[in-house]
């Protein structure tokens, strides 16, 4: 550390390796945490929150240089430095001195730059009578950056410049509020509170509805590798994928009998058709929050579990986190708090076949109570991989105001559930000695890697327009840290097998899929079936099959096709997932990921590479059967269909008829034999 001043008379202290600026009641703590990075956090609170490393992992303590002239300063880690202004303002450069990103200020204290009348902060924070505050944190806008990643939403924009976000969980919308930029900086907005993030052309606002303080982490990288490298090492990694989740998974809404179940498997078997997973779906519980198989319908689990194994198949459960009220765990649940609350109205957060209240996963004695029933009905009878649905969670009402968790307002912390619930079957089962946990949730936050989360997109509707959202919301996951993402191959809502139309949309979309990190069937198809009964498991209805031979003859066959492909995809997709779990690195990335230096790479939205060998140029548009696709310049690459070889920085015209989806492989890599099975 160096000053130049006596630091008695400063704003500016220094406490190890942080730098500290005090002006009236505000506190700014800027401080190196991890390397190339820091974590900025202010408060207007006598001190820092403890235990508030909602997402972030702790740091060995990296070496910062902290120079302090006057009322300015400067901390310096890497290749990154922060400088603060005689006004508080702080300006984020890379190590060739470029601006990074810098805090929007227009008032009059701010005499080097902006002396304005307009009287606006970067870091406002707004009193709620009686409460905490209302955060604005505004910075200067770079209108030819370009932003990627914050999670999932249902929308086609891949960049996300001159977008506004809204900061909150919903069925099919995870916000993971990391992005990346094209300028050399990623940023995590550490602050759980539903908000909103407006990235305009003329300003950055990023708002919390109600905190207590501002925190964010920012790094500084020459590559997007070397910004997500650094990003996973402070909100951690997945799991090392288990072999059999590489394969195919199969599901539907819903079999209603352990029968139904049965047969379908022994359906996939008897016709030769690779399958990993098999999946009983929500409502085969008696009552929600019972966590138990209904036994007239589902009358031998462990018979299930054992004949599944035998085929090679591994039992996906579903898990709501509601309970009914009229269950057998809803007033012990009452009694000790493990339920989420309601500040106003009737304590109901979801009204779906009952009336029910989620359990408050925010609850560590919560947690435990859920886990252990769970594992006395289920993962004692053999079943190791769960279905965590309903995980934002998704109220009936999104009054986000209106609920209350165990570490807080929802409108504080409700973006936290869904790691939370992952955290409940992660921790449990890493304590029953199980390796390479993976989960399925409907939702995430950052940190959710770390549990075995493998997130999917949602009840999403069945069209090529959703279809194109999907991309888009797989590839900015990815980017956002959860690396293990999937859809319902053919959308959820909708989509009739005897409909050419649709069977033509789920055939593409099954090609997509054979290419995403997981390859899933399911949906709620056309038209349903009644229910069994009048309680129990026999309440719902189910929707139509959707098995691969329920689409006709000709999309049997292209499944049939891809769904060795993906089992011949294995060793590769293996390294794949390694470079996941040791680095963080996503399984799909767009173009600009593996080839920062092609600036064609940052404009293309509607290609992909899987892993670094295989670029992927799915068909997004009904009765398409051609398109161009761009080659990156940097290296050679084959068409796995027609074999021929072309030079990079290219654009090329491919055919795609119906059974053919255009990819290529890079620099002839051996792996090409893996493809060769499409001829």
Same mark, same amino acid.
Request: a negative charge.
């Given at each position: 550390?160096?000053?130049?001043?006596?630091?008695?008379?400063?704003?500016?202290?220094?406490?190890?390796?942080?730098?500290?600026?005090?002006?009236?009641?505000?506190?700014?703590?800027?401080?190196?945490? %991890?390397?190339?990075?820091?974590?900025?956090?202010?408060?207007?609170?006598?001190?820092?929150?403890?235990?508030a490393?909602?997402?972030?992992?702790?740091?060995?303590?990296?070496?910062?240089?902290?120079?302090?002239?006057?009322?300015?300063?400067?901390?310096? =880690?890497?290749?990154?430095?922060?400088?603060?202004?005689e006004?508080?303002?702080?300006?984020?450069? =890379?190590?060739? $001195?470029?601006i990074?990103?810098?805090?929007?200020?227009?008032?009059?204290?701010?005499i080097?730059?902006?002396?304005?009348a307009?009287?606006?902060?970067?870091?406002?924070?707004?009193p709620?009578?009686?409460?905490?505050?209302?955060?604005?944190?505004?910075?200067?806008?770079?209108?030819?950056?370009?932003?990627?990643?914050?999670?999932?939403?249902?929308?086609?924009n891949? =960049?996300?410049?001159?977008?506004?976000?809204?900061?909150?969980?919903?069925?099919?919308?995870?916000?993971?509020?990391?992005?990346?930029?094209?300028?050399?900086?990623?940023?995590?907005?550490?602050?759980?509170?539903?908000?909103?993030?407006?990235?305009?052309? =003329?300003?950055?606002?990023?708002?919390?509805?109600?905190?207590?303080?501002?925190?964010?982490?920012?790094?500084?990288?020459? #590559?997007?590798?070397?910004?997500?490298?650094?990003?996973?090492?402070?909100?951690?990694?997945?799991?090392?994928?288990?072999?059999?989740?590489?394969?195919?998974?199969?599901?539907?809404?819903?079999?209603?009998?352990?029968?139904? /179940?049965?047969?379908?498997?022994?359906?996939?078997?008897k016709?030769?058709?690779?399958?990993?997973?098999?999946?009983?779906?929500?409502?085969?519980?008696?009552?929600?929050?019972?966590?138990?198989?209904?036994?007239?319908?589902?009358?031998?689990?462990?018979?299930?579990?054992?004949?599944?194994?035998?085929?090679?198949?591994?039992?996906?459960?579903s898990?709501?986190?509601?309970?009914?009220? #009229?269950?057998?765990?809803?007033k012990?649940?009452?009694?000790k708090?493990?339920?989420?609350?309601?500040?106003?109205?009737?304590?109901?957060?979801?009204?779906?076949?009952?009336?029910?209240?989620?359990?408050?996963?925010?609850?560590?004695?919560?947690?435990?109570?859920?886990?252990?029933?769970?594992?006395?009905?289920?993962?004692?009878?053999?079943?190791?991989?769960?279905?965590?649905?309903?995980?934002?969670?998704?109220?009936?009402?999104?009054?986000? &105001?209106?609920?209350?968790?165990?570490? $807080?307002?929802?409108?504080?912390? %409700?973006?936290?559930?869904?790691?939370?619930?992952?955290?409940t079957?992660?921790?449990?089962?890493?304590?029953?000695?199980?390796?390479?946990?993976?989960?399925?949730?409907?939702?995430?936050?950052?940190?959710?890697?770390?549990?075995?989360? /493998?997130?999917?997109?949602g009840?999403?509707?069945?069209s090529?327009?959703?279809?194109?959202n999907?991309?888009?919301?797989?590839?900015?996951?990815?980017?956002?840290?959860? #690396?293990?993402?999937?859809?319902?191959?053919?959308?959820?809502?909708? $989509?009739?097998?005897?409909?050419?139309?649709?069977?033509?949309?789920?055939?593409?979309?099954?090609?997509?899929?054979?290419?995403?990190?997981?390859?899933?069937?399911?949906?709620?198809?056309?038209?349903?079936?009644?229910?069994l009964?009048?309680?129990?498991?026999?309440?719902?209805?189910?929707?139509?099959?959707?098995?691969?031979?329920?689409?006709?003859?000709?999309?049997?066959?292209i499944?049939?096709?891809?769904?060795?492909?993906?089992?011949?995809?294995?060793?590769?997709?293996?390294?794949?997932?390694?470079?996941?779990?040791?680095?963080?690195?996503?399984?799909?990335?767009?173009?600009?990921? &593996?080839?920062?230096?092609?600036?064609?790479?940052?404009?293309? #939205?509607?290609?992909?590479?899987?892993?670094?060998?295989?670029?992927?140029?799915?068909?997004?548009?009904?009765?398409?059967?051609?398109?161009?696709?761009?080659?990156?310049?940097?290296?050679?690459?084959?068409?796995?269909?027609?074999?021929?070889?072309?030079?990079? $920085?290219?654009?090329?015209?491919?055919?795609?008829?119906?059974?053919?989806?255009?990819?290529?492989?890079?620099?002839?890599?051996?792996?090409i034999?893996?493809?060769?099975?499409?001829?």
């Amino acid at each position: 550390m160096e000053n130049k001043n006596n630091l008695e008379d400063s704003l500016f202290t220094v406490r190890g390796n942080t730098l500290i600026r005090q002006y009236d009641c505000e506190k700014l703590y800027i401080e190196p945490w %991890g390397a190339n990075s820091f974590r900025v956090r202010v408060t207007k609170q006598a001190k820092l929150l403890e235990n508030a490393d909602w997402a972030l992992l702790p740091q060995e303590c990296c070496p910062a240089k902290i120079t302090i002239q006057g009322e300015e300063a400067v901390i310096e =880690n890497g290749k990154i430095r922060a400088e603060v202004d005689e006004g508080g303002k702080i300006t984020f450069f =890379n190590q060739r $001195g470029e601006i990074l990103l810098e805090e929007y200020v227009r008032n009059r204290n701010n005499i080097k730059k902006f002396n304005s009348a307009l009287n606006i902060d970067a870091r406002e924070f707004k009193p709620i009578l009686g409460g905490d505050y209302q955060l604005t944190m505004r910075f200067e806008s770079n209108p030819d950056e370009k932003l990627y990643g914050m999670g999932q939403y249902q929308q086609s924009n891949l =960049n996300l410049k001159n977008c506004t976000l809204e900061l909150a969980q919903r069925n099919s919308q995870a916000t993971v509020p990391f992005l990346l930029s094209s300028l050399g900086y990623g940023m995590l907005w550490h602050n759980p509170a539903i908000g909103k993030v407006s990235f305009s052309s =003329n300003i950055t606002e990023w708002i919390a509805n109600s905190t207590k303080e501002l925190d964010y982490w920012i790094t500084a990288g020459d #590559t997007p590798a070397e910004i997500e490298e650094a990003y996973a090492r402070v909100t951690g990694t997945v799991p090392m994928m288990p072999e059999y989740a590489m394969g195919f998974w199969q599901c539907k809404l819903r079999y209603q009998t352990q029968e139904e /179940l049965l047969e379908v498997a022994r359906e996939y078997k008897k016709r030769g058709l690779p399958i990993s997973v098999i999946v009983v779906d929500f409502f085969h519980w008696p009552k929600q929050g019972d966590w138990k198989f209904d036994l007239d319908y589902w009358p031998d689990p462990d018979a299930m579990v054992k004949e599944l194994k035998e085929m090679g198949i591994e039992l996906m459960v579903s898990i709501w986190p509601t309970v009914d009220k #009229t269950g057998e765990n809803y007033k012990k649940m009452l009694e000790k708090g493990y339920l989420v609350r309601t500040d106003r109205g009737v304590r109901t957060t979801m009204e779906f076949l009952g009336d029910t209240v989620f359990f408050d996963a925010t609850n560590p004695n919560a947690r435990d109570f859920v886990w252990n029933t769970v594992k006395k009905n289920y993962y004692d009878k053999g079943i190791k991989i769960f279905w965590l649905d309903e995980a934002e969670p998704e109220y009936s009402v999104y009054d986000f &105001d209106n609920y209350r968790y165990h570490l $807080g307002p929802n409108v504080q912390i %409700g973006n936290i559930y869904p790691v939370m619930y992952a955290k409940t079957f992660f921790d449990g089962m890493k304590e029953e000695g199980q390796e390479n946990i993976i989960n399925l949730l409907r939702c995430a936050w950052a940190g959710s890697q770390r549990y075995g989360a /493998l997130v999917w997109s949602g009840d999403i509707d069945s069209s090529f327009s959703s279809l194109r959202n999907q991309l888009a919301a797989g590839l900015n996951m990815g980017l956002a840290g959860i #690396t293990w993402w999937t859809t319902d191959i053919g959308g959820f809502h909708g $989509g009739n097998p005897d409909d050419p139309a649709f069977r033509e949309c789920i055939i593409r979309w099954f090609q997509y899929g054979t290419f995403c990190p997981v390859f899933r069937l399911h949906g709620d198809r056309e038209p349903h079936s009644e229910p069994l009964g009048t309680s129990g498991g026999g309440l719902c209805g189910s929707g139509a099959a959707n098995e691969v031979w329920s689409y006709g003859e000709e999309a049997y066959e292209i499944f049939k096709k891809y769904m060795f492909i993906r089992e011949s995809l294995k060793p590769y997709i293996t390294k794949v997932m390694e470079e996941a779990h040791k680095k963080g690195t996503p399984v799909i990335r767009p173009l600009f990921y &593996d080839f920062p230096d092609d600036k064609n790479s940052w404009e293309i #939205t509607d290609q992909y590479m899987f892993g670094p060998d295989i670029l992927v140029a799915p068909i997004l548009y009904e009765a398409m059967r051609s398109r161009k696709v761009y080659l990156p310049e940097g290296a050679e690459w084959r068409d796995a269909n027609t074999e021929q070889v072309y030079n990079g $920085g290219q654009w090329v015209d491919c055919d795609a008829p119906l059974d053919t989806i255009p990819l290529f492989v890079k620099n002839n890599n051996s792996d090409i034999s893996l493809l060769l099975s499409m001829k």
